[in-house]
């Protein structure tokens, strides 16, 4: 069983920081998870050996998200850009999918977390699939947060896509043009069924969005951090959320203040 999650106990679950609101808290956090090339560089290591320890990275994340109550947390872990790396390290992270998926299931069941993948995983090698799609059904009904890795994902191609599919029904005649409306449109989305981001940490100091969920960020709050994201801890963390409950959230109203 993983150490990194199935030691998660109630005894041993990380406290919500004091200076955090519990009622102000993210429902919904993304992550653009940057950096893990570099990490391992300024170290004068292999760039896979930034890959893994991305993951435990992201275990940590999951983690703490769960266990200071966000609902769910979505990662960006291989954009339909990714392709383009270096053979070697796309099968390397092909396999390290394949390995932590296997050795992280067990854990993820007894946290009652739902894990779903989206994007166009049909490019994806045989075994993988298999795995992704069992450990979909096993979580499915899991009460805990929902994990959603984005894989093989590119926002644009995940609007074409959403286009495509209703205008599949226009041309069938099982759908009314002037019906589309943005809930019409969202339910075509690979994240249908999940409220969108309310905060998206991007690690490593870049400042672009990259192609990452076009449509369900258009009000998500942004937070940047120079951290590198194997270096992503409870610190970065608790910093990003520190930062979300400092703003001031009008989606195009004006505050109390009329600002």
């Known amino acids: 069983m993983s150490r990194a999650l199935a030691t ?15 009622t102000r808290l993210p ?59 270096p053979g070697e390290e796309v099968g390397f992270l092909m396999t390290l999918f394949e390995r932590v998926l296997a050795r992280e299931l067990e854990a993820l069941e007894q946290e009652q977390v739902r894990i779903r993948f989206l994007g166009d995983l049909e490019p994806l090698p045989a075994g993988l ?45 099982e759908l009314d043009p002037a019906s589309i409306n943005e809930d019409l ?27 990452f969920l076009l449509w369900q960020l258009a009000y998500a709050e942004l937070h940047i951090t120079n951290v590198l994201w194997p270096d992503f801890d409870e610190r970065a963390l608790h910093a990003a959320l520190l930062d979300y409950q400092g703003r001031q959230r009008r989606f195009g109203g004006v505050d109390a203040a009329g600002a």
């Open 129 to 173: 699939r298999e795995l992704i799609a069992n450990a979909t059904a096993r979580t499915a009904h899991n009460s805990g947060i929902h994990f959603n890795v984005c894989t093989n994902y590119g926002g644009r191609a995940e609007l074409v896509r959403a286009a495509r599919l209703l205008a599949e029904r226009v041309a069938a005649g």
């Open 27 to 85: 429902a919904h956090v993304a992550v653009i998870m940057d950096g893990n090339g570099r990490w391992a560089s300024r170290r004068g290591l292999p760039r896979v050996m930034g890959h893994r320890e991305g993951v435990e990275a992201l275990k940590r994340t999951l983690r703490l998200c769960s266990d200071w109550g966000i609902g769910a947390l979505t990662a960006y872990a291989f954009s339909t850009e990714n392709w383009n790396r």
């Open 185 to 211: 449109f969202a339910a075509q989305l690979h994240t249908a069924g999940e409220r969108d981001p309310d905060l998206l940490i991007r690690t490593s100091g870049e400042q672009r969005i990259s192609n």
């Open 8 to 22: 998660t106990t109630a005894s041993k679950r990380s406290p919500l920081p004091a200076d955090l609101d519990a």
